[in-house]
């Protein structure tokens, strides 16, 4: 039964745009998801799993990337030929789900979802082909209050992570504004699609490309500082102007700029992030005024009766959000919002850390979005045929690591190590593995103590070195010596560290012993509670 | 950028083999993922995470079924047309994981994962194609030490989930022996490499066909009660009878069989599982005597080095359990173990839930196998040449779920779902959300209640049939009379169920609103409080 192909070894490495989560961020995100489930739960939402892949013609193809309609996705066939595909998000699933088993849900139907996604993508910094969402959808109605029940509860979730207000802000826009004033401005008509969609792509851009990048965009071209040219959208100057004006109208802000709100202010001012081009200075506040911007907006677009519809959408989505205590600095309609994906009909949602961290070379970094969502009402109905509305938020999971993670939010364990038992005798094996036992079960019902026994071959000085790379707070030890007296003794690894800086000789060290010390066999527990308890608290 | 090309509709289906999982189950498994992940967090294994696929070739194909070689995973090409397969373990991706950062782990390296796996098998029921496995392992050691603690761990895994001694055994055995075995009755050499393999199939077949149907199929042929021939290894009759004899070592017991061992004596004994064919009866309880059964094989194989050195090594691990306080009740030397895995090389562990459960139809459920694993050290030598020993244990996440569930251990909440404020009046609705959100956000800091306002668009009735489906506790109304009177009213669901049992007649039910309530507006938190507090006990 034994193999001897074995000629040429195969190459360990992990498949492009795909990466290993060590211990240290697996323990952090999962306290970061367990927040983001106490408020998805809070809200009433209620857990769902679904399976990795799904038949390919149930998913659909809605990814963003229309220049690759049949990519983006990981595909293969299963014995009777039918394609399957990795789930490249949780709402496709979600709708085969809702269309399956739409006679026996409660309606709305409430769901809250998460997990790895897999996009077959070009990777990149910080670009994987697999990584992690964390969704809410309510399914099965039109009410606006839907909506903005999400906007809240992506607030709720930055606050609840320790995001804090004017380092985040939840824009939110309407489809139909936009589709609106394509028709307002004599863009509508199938002949004009592909001429909208180079002006959504660089309205997209705003962030990066500032108003007047995205004006060049929507007109003929845009040269960059390298000279380069890209072909615009070429619409006419009025067209262009008029676009602007609307994608504009939330910041010619009547609210004035300042430097740092109070704290009874803060829900109602904007911390305004960089932009390229941009002329507004760093870190400074605009006061927000939602309703303002749906005045300005509603003279550019008077005349679509659609765009109406959206801005009182927008309206009413802002009230909701006020009344229920939510300012315009937390949740901020934004007409420029676009937001890639084509199934969107109404209000778009984004989440955005605004703050400005800075990377190595001192770089100002912006983490831009982190979540996203708005509503879909065709997706049920591509299966049943019947208006199935609904609206969603999505959390990318692993870029709001980063942020938190910048914004110091994460909160790491001293001492997560399991307490480590030197094998001073391989004949006693049997009693070192008993010592560990004895900590990972306390008689006296107390928690149990991570710990265990060393398990290789090496020595001393290999052990402690071990000790120390696995984090241990403490070594246990028992030796011929210990033995005879009945007693272990316990070397405080952390404080030891910490004591060999101040202590200088080798000798002085090595005489003085410190962090060390030695205990009858019956008080371990006793004592490595007491290591441990010491640094529980730094 | 609308789609006009839905005339064929997609139908909302499942993969084959594919489930979904809802919030019932989703929280159960919570639970029961969080209990493994402390016992294993307690012997010192840290957390990893690697992607879902990993290249063909790094995976290797470690997948029991030698009959289909090129089956079993799920496989695609991404745009290089290197080969990707869907994980079918998380022993294989950590064999890469670990000879691609081999020289920056501690040595030991130990670690646990949990997560989905694929397998490309034949559907049926209670198998499906994705499940979730929890595998520890400890990598870089010979030490029979560390195949010990797995057997503890897994014992310790049972006892934490409120399995009982009796009601589950950790089975060991050594592939040593098995091979050792082999050359013993003159079955080595290449050319009986499938006499062998057909009589290790048979041997892993004992708990459904009885010993006796095992020696039909290690000799010509078993004829089954239908009738049908399978076709047995052919081995000789005095072949046949050293196998039975040595895989019979732990059944022929020196260890008397009683009703019920007493509390002190379970550790020790082992409570016979049923097997088809088997004269022995249910619910006995067999003395373990591990020493015994290592004594007589040790007869049986005493010519071959190897199977020697195999007895050896499970001698000890014997030792090292039972000196640390397990019995041979909960962790058994059991030589007819096989474990298919065609890799493993020493120590193979398998643990059993013992229990009998009942189908609907009265008929015994035999659980069998909720987790396995044992030592492979050629896992990682693929990669590098070198021999780098591992051994580890993979708990087989659904079928243990299974068995808990029939055990009763699974805990599940009363009253999870979340409180629902019913809308009395579209106008109102922020009066509404505003309500909600209290509920949400207690202004004292206390904990958050689960709460949403009705998102649909239906009345009264409907809102009711909502809240009931969606298990809410109570549900919180302020119509125009409570508004003026700046009251909201609180009805009990599930007090108001129970009632409306014992309440006779319609009319009398709605005269006496039993389980219902007014408070002023600013108390209905700590109203709803009280309300919760209620069904918590129960």
Redesign the interface.
């Known amino acids: ?1 034994s ?1 001897k192909k ?1 000629d040429k ?8 745009g ?6 240290e961020e ?2 952090a995100m999962q306290r970061m998801l367990g927040t983001i489930r ?1 408020v998805y ?4 939402f ?10 390919t ?2 998913l ?1 193809k809605f990814l963003p990337d229309q220049d690759r309609p049949n990519e983006g996705v ?3 066939q ?3 030929e039918q394609w ?1 595909s ?1 789930r490249y998000d949780l709402t496709a699933p979600l ?3 809702v ?3 739409f006679d026996r849900l ?3 139907f ?2 809250y979802q998460t997990g ?1 996604v ?1 996009r ?1 993508e070009k990777p990149g910094p910080g670009r994987f082909r ?1 990584f992690t969402q964390f969704d809410a959808d ?1 399914v ?4 606006v ?2 909506d ?2 999400l906007c ?1 509860l992506a607030a ?1 979730t930055m606050e609840a992570l320790g995001v804090q207000t004017g380092d985040y802000v939840i824009k939110v826009n309407n489809r139909k504004v936009l589709d609106g004033l394509r028709e307002s401005i004599g863009l509508g008509g199938p002949e004009n ?1 592909n001429r ?2 180079i002006a959504m792509r660089a309205i997209d851009k705003l962030d990066r490309l500032g108003f007047e990048g995205v004006e060049a965009l929507l007109g003929n071209e845009r040269r960059d500082e390298s000279g380069d040219v890209t072909k615009g959208a070429g619409l006419e100057p009025e067209q262009v102007r008029r676009v602007i004006s609307c994608i504009r109208s939330s910041k010619s802000a009547v609210g004035e700029t300042i430097g740092l709100p109070s704290q009874a202010q803060i829900h109602k001012y904007f911390k305004q992030p960089k932009m390229m081009g941009d002329s507004e200075p760093y870190d400074h506040w605009i006061q927000v005024d939602n309703a303002g911007t749906l005045d300005r907006l509603r003279k550019e677009v008077q005349d679509s009766p659609l765009a109406c519809e959206g801005i009182d959408e927008l309206a009413r989505i802002a ?2 959000c006020e ?3 939510f300012g315009g600095g937390q949740i901020l309609v934004e007409p420029s919002l676009v937001r890639g994906l ?1 199934y969107y009909t109404g209000p778009v949602i984004e989440a955005e850390v605004t703050l400005n961290a800075f990377n190595d070379d001192g770089v100002p970094v912006r983490f831009g979005s982190v979540g996203g969502g708005g509503r879909y009402d065709g997706l049920v109905s ?4 019947a208006r199935i509305p609904a609206t969603g938020f999505s959390i990318g999971v692993s870029r709001l690591y980063a942020a938190l993670q910048a914004l110091g939010q994460l909160k790491t364990e001293t001492a997560s ?2 307490v ?1 038992v030197l094998v001073m005798d391989r004949d006693r ?2 009693d070192f ?2 010592l ?2 004895r900590l ?2 306390p008689t006296d019902g107390g928690k ?6 060393y ?3 090496s020595g001393m000085k290999a052990q402690m070195k ?1 000790a120390d ?2 984090g241990a707070p403490c070594v246990v030890i028992q030796g011929g010596d210990e033995l005879e007296r009945g007693e272990v003794t316990i070397k405080d690894l952390i404080e030891g560290e910490r004591l060999s800086g101040a202590i200088s000789g080798n000798q002085a060290w090595r005489e003085g012993r410190p962090a060390q010390f030695a205990v009858k066999e019956g008080e371990l527990v006793e004592a490595v509670r007491s290591v441990l308890a010491r640094h529980q608290t730094k």
Chains 1, 2 share one sequence.
Do not use: C, H
């Open positions: 039964m193999g074995l070894k195969p190459e360990a490495r992990l498949p492009k795909m990466r290993d989560v060590e211990a697996i323990r106490q739960e809070s809200y009433g209620e857990p769902l799993d679904t399976p990795a892949f799904e038949y013609d149930a659909g990981f595909s293969f299963d014995e009777d399957l990795l709708a085969r789900y269309a399956q088993n409660p309606k709305p409430r769901r790895p897999w077959n697999q309510t099965g109605t039109d009410s209050a839907a903005a029940e809240m709720d699609d909208w969609l009230a909701l009344n229920t205590g084509e591509r299966f049943t045929g190590g399991p480590v094996i049997a593995q008993n560990a036992n990972r079960k149990p103590i991570r710990a265990e026994m398990l290789g071959t071990y790379r696995r």
